[in-house]
Structures are given as structure tokens and as C-alpha cells.
């Protein structure tokens, strides 16, 4: 057994605490495969477990981070082999099994993704969590039967690693993306992702009406709360919108109006526990049809020893488009 470097966190007598520091393999919990972790990311859950401001940590000692791309340095699971270039994400890494930022680490051969053909690791987790569920929510508009001849599509939280991601994927499949932001100075950011239009996100934050003027066909919303409750209210009819956020508040004060007057549907996105058929799916697509120039243009890159202190930085809304994290 030996050590390796990991952002740990542990309780406090307030709250929790994180530090970088040598983790002990004696602490590893169950897997089958050890990996080699080069690549990670910073998303917003990320964030609340760094900083102890949500309940996302779930037993302790953890190991923060909920993705990584790298090397399989060891296997027992008879689909991965050492050497393997694997993608890690979701199945509850660094809430309840240790994550992924760290030099390595053990999880269950199950969880992970072979890195797509002509996608590096840098590039996976450039994606992360954050687009790929930004991904699997323009897949549920697409199984749902909406095209971007139905109508606009609404970002909201566009500035973000969800929403910047979704705007791309969004305008590159022909929608005219409507991107909501309470950032306007990124207005120029986004419309060279292929946003059309760009709203203040005041205009979706207020108390609103049951039914709104409809304005869009299909959304992805990451902020949940009056936001989504607003963005229901303005969708056509037979329109659908991804829910796959709560950067906003876990609440939704709506009406059951949009439903049943104007059939909207409400489609929830769900990245952590996602089955591995979808996963794959996902990850092929988002090799294939991602723009890599515009993936390079919202993503900027830090160390491990950044981390801590990004974790407060995404919460505070001061961070935009994408983060990946260089482990070794």
C-alpha cells in the first residue's frame, strides 16, 4: 500500500473542511479497476462539496471530484485491461464512493466509458459532467420528436459549463438558440458559440404568470427554481424542456397550467445514475459533433492545487464556459 495525492475532505467541527494532501490506499473503498487519473473537471457539484455549502458529501474521509478521463493501470473487470484510455463520471464519485481528483483511483469497472476514438482525455473532461448532460438533454429533445423547425430553443444558465456546451450542441443541430445569462458582458462569448439571442436572465427570474406569450419550442435549463417555472411558462405547445439543474434552488413554484393547457412536457435529466447504453451513445455523438475550436474557446485549464479555491469561484458565478483540471 502506498499514498498518492487527492483533495480530501473531511468534517470539521463546522461543517467540512478540504485540503490537498497524501491519500493512504488503505483507504480506497471497493473497485475492480485502478486508474490513472490525468484529466478531471470543475462543475458546479463540485463546488458545493469543496466548500461544504450543499449536502453533497456523503460519508467521509471523500476524495472530491465527480469525473476523470485517464489510464486503467490495473483491472480485475474483464472489459478493461491496463493501458485502456477510460472516461469516468456520475455513479457517485466524490458524494458517496472517492472521486476523482486525485492521482489515482479505484471504482467499479462498470461505471466507466472507453474514451471515444479521436477524443482525447483533455477534451473528455473539457466535456465533462457538464456536457455530457448537456448532451443527454438535447438527446431527450431529439427521442421527444422536437426539431429546430418547431420553433427557438432557451439556454438558461448559457454562460455556464452545462449551458455553454448546450448552446453550441443546440445551434450546430440548426436551432435558433435563445440564451438566458445574468452575465451579459459574456454576450460576445456566446453568440460565437451560436446563440442568436441573448436575454437577461431577469426576464426568467421574477414571479411569474401561469401561462406566459409562448416564446420557444425546446430548453435546457440548469437553474431550475421561478427560472424553470418561467421558461414553462413561454413554451409552445407541445414543446418540451430538459431540466438538469438547481443552480437556481431545488424548488419549482409552477403551475400545472403549461402541461395541461398547452401539453409542454418536462423532461428530467438524470447524468449521475445514467445506464451505460446512453452513456455510450452520448459519448459517440459528442465526439463526432461537438465543435472542438468552440469546446477549446470556452475552456481554460488548472492545476490540482487550484482547485479548492475554483470550487468557490464556480458557486460564485465567476467562472464561464469550462474548467478542466491537470492531475499529472
Known amino acids: ?20 494532501t497524501q491519500f493512504d490506499e488503505s483507504e480506497w473503498m471497493e473497485g475492480d479497476v485502478v486508474v490513472a487519473v490525468e484529466w478531471s473537471t470543475l462543475n458546479y457539484k463540485d463546488g458545493l462539496a469543496l466548500t461544504g ?21 490495473s483491472s480485475e473487470h474483464p472489459k478493461w485491461k491496463a493501458g485502456d484510455k477510460v472516461i469516468g463520471t456520475g455513479w457517485g464519485m ?64 448559457a454562460a455556464g459549463g452545462v449551458g455553454s456546451v448546450a448552446v453550441s450542441l443546440l445551434a450546430k443541430a440548426g436551432y435558433h438558440v435563445i440564451a438566458s445569462t445574468g452575465r451579459v458582458s459574456e454576450s460576445a462569448y456566446l453568440k460565437d458559440l451560436g446563440a442568436a439571442e441573448i436575454i437577461n436572465r431577469e426576464e426568467l427570474s421574477g414571479a411569474g404568470r401561469p401561462l406566459g406569450k409562448e416564446r420557444w419550442a425546446a430548453g435546457v435549463d440548469s437553474v431550475g ?3 424553470l417555472a418561467n421558461v414553462l411558462s413561454m413554451t409552445k405547445a407541445h414543446g418540451a424542456i430538459a431540466a438538469c439543474g438547481l443552480a437556481g434552488g431545488m ?12 401539453g409542454v412536457c418536462l423532461l428530467g435529466i ?8 446512453l452513456r455510450d451513445v ?25 482547485v479548492i479555491g475554483a470550487g468557490s469561484d464556480i458557486l460564485a458565478g465567476k467562472i464561464r464556459g469550462r474548467v478542466v483540471v491537470k492531475i499529472v
Open 94 to 157: 466524490g458524494e458517496t464512493h472517492l472521486g476523482a481528483y486525485a492521482e489515482k483511483t479505484r471504482v467499479k469497472g462498470d461505471w466507466l466509458v472507453r474514451l471515444p476514438e479521436g477524443l482525447s482525455a483533455r477534451e473528455a473532461m473539457a466535456i465533462g459532467t457538464a456536457g455530457f448532460t448537456a448532451m443527454l438533454s438535447v438527446l431527450a429533445l431529439e427521442r421527444h420528436g422536437i426539431t429546430p423547425a418547431d420553433g427557438p430553443a432557451v439556454v438558461t444558465g
Open 1 to 20: 500500500m502506498g499514498t498518492f495525492k487527492a483533495i480530501r475532505i473531511d468534517k470539521a467541527d463546522k461543517g467540512t473542511v478540504a485540503s490537498l
Open 225 to 227: 427554481s421561478t427560472t
Open 282 to 306: 452520448a459519448w459517440a455523438r459528442l465526439a463526432t459533433t461537438l465543435d472542438k475550436a468552440k469546446l477549446a474557446e470556452m475552456t481554460r485549464e488548472i492545476t490540482l492545487d487550484e
Open 270 to 277: 438524470d447524468s449521475v445514475m445514467c445506464p451505460l447504453p
Open 53 to 73: 455549502k450543499g449536502p453533497v458529501v456523503r460519508r467521509f474521509p471523500m476524495i472530491a471530484g465527480i469525473d476523470f478521463a485517464g489510464a486503467v493501470i
Open 251 to 262: 424548488d419549482l413554484p409552477a403551475t400545472v397550467a403549461p402541461f395541461i393547457l398547452r
